[in-house]
């Protein structure tokens, strides 16, 4: 099948794209984010996330023919762009040629909307590395954690660095955007959780000391440089921490993730197997 040539960087579809892939702003205010790569667009396919449009090169018709069948069959209009226009689409160094503006995934709702209960969650506050916060979803994803709360200042999921290091996590995850600490903390403590502040505090309970087996548990992890807020931590009922020998005194927040994250799910395996 032949599809319609984009040839000009000033192609206004192109440019329109462009800008959701570098603006944060436009993603919010369009509800719409570009997604980059051949496995990432057909996993954005696969996943159920609602494409408007595709953009490939001649190249990448050749090389990706298998991922972009679906990403293709999902798209009701596709155009094949020049090398030069897909350097404009692009936020890498060697593009794939390969792109796709989507609509906001469902999913990724702004405020605490249609909360399940009785599931561990993850916590993240002011998260400002968008390749750390995908890191965190792909874990997160991996390990069975699918609720996240974004509270405060986090990072954009849907950049295009996070989509990256996500993996197509940030497709399926649970995302919910909280402004208020207190808030998140009071709905967590309403449906019976128990609330960690992961902290770099000698005084706080070694993570492998707590029991994940019994009740449901939400972790909380804060920014890369000054960790949780005070106020926020002081809203959780425990402190948590990771014991680190050396002269290390804290690990970024995706390391400290995935270690919070693999304790938790070795303890619902251990409730599974009672």
């Known amino acids: 099948m032949e599809h319609p040539a984009i040839t000009s960087r000033k192609n206004p579809l192109a440019r329109a794209a462009a800008a959701l892939g570098s603006s944060a702003q436009a993603r919010r205010e369009q509800r719409r984010f570009l ?5 990432l667009c057909e996993d ?7 494409i408007e449009s595709c953009f490939f090169t001649a190249r990448a018709r050749r ?5 972009l069948k679906s990403v293709l069959a999902a798209s009701p209009e596709a155009w094949q762009v020049e090398e030069p226009v897909a350097a404009l689409l692009s936020s890498t160094k060697t593009p794939q040629g390969v792109f796709c503006v989507c609509k906001w995934p469902h ?3 702004e405020g605490v ?17 968008p390749g750390n916060l995908g890191t965190i979803l792909r874990t997160a994803e991996a390990l069975g954690v699918r609720q996240v709360f974004l509270l405060g200042d986090c990072c954009d999921p849907l950049s295009p660095k996070a989509l990256r290091a996500s993996m197509g996590a ?20 309403s449906h019976g959780y128990e609330t960690h502040a992961a902290v770099p505090d000698p005084g706080a309970r ?6 994940f087996t019994k009740g449901c548990h939400a972790v909380f992890i804060g920014n890369e440089g000054n960790g949780l807020r ?6 959780c009922r425990g402190r948590v921490t990771i014991p680190m020998a050396g002269r290390a005194e804290s690990l970024n927040a995706a390391a400290a993730a995935t270690i919070l994250l693999w304790e938790m799910e070795r303890g619902k395996g251990a409730r599974g197997s009672g």
């Open 35 to 39: 997604c980059e790569g051949a496995r």
């Open 44 to 50: 954005a396919a696969l996943s159920g996330v609602e």
């Open 63 to 67: 090389k990706y023919a298998a991922y």
């Open 107 to 109: 999913i990724l709702q």
């Open 113 to 129: 909307i249609g909360f399940a209960p009785r599931a561990a969650c993850l916590v993240l506050e002011d998260i400002q590395d």
């Open 170 to 189: 940030v497709f399926r995850a649970g995302l919910a955007r909280e402004g208020s600490a207190a808030h998140l903390a009071g709905l967590l403590h």
């Open 206 to 211: 070694p993570v492998a000391d707590i029991d």
């Open 230 to 235: 005070p106020e926020t931590a002081a809203l």
